[in-house]
């Protein structure tokens, strides 16, 4: 699968920081906070701030995210809930 790629593989750990709300994996090639994670039905994942961008990118699954754009005073609520 991975024949004639060459120099496009790099090898690199996995962090492992599951837990009870699905797994979470931390990738440490460069990236600077680079997480993939699940979330199992009815746990919370986040209900933190964050000083920087971040891009979500949703894989699959139903569910609900609510998620807070901007700061106190110019905040954009986007709710999303549906069947991916």
């Known amino acids: 699968m991975l024949k004639g790629l060459g120099d496009m593989v790099i090898p690199f750990a996995i962090k ?8 979470s994996f931390s990738l440490d090639a460069g990236l600077n906070n680079f ?10 994942r986040g209900d933190h701030l964050h000083d920087h961008n971040e891009v979500v990118i ?13 700061d106190d005073q110019n905040k954009e609520t986007l709710i999303v809930n549906n069947d991916f």
């Open 35 to 44: 997480h993939i994670v699940s979330i199992r039905p009815g746990k919370i």
């Open 16 to 23: 492992d920081n599951s837990d009870n709300r699905g797994f």
């Open 58 to 70: 949703v894989l699959g699954g139903k569910g609900m995210a609510k998620i807070d754009i901007g």
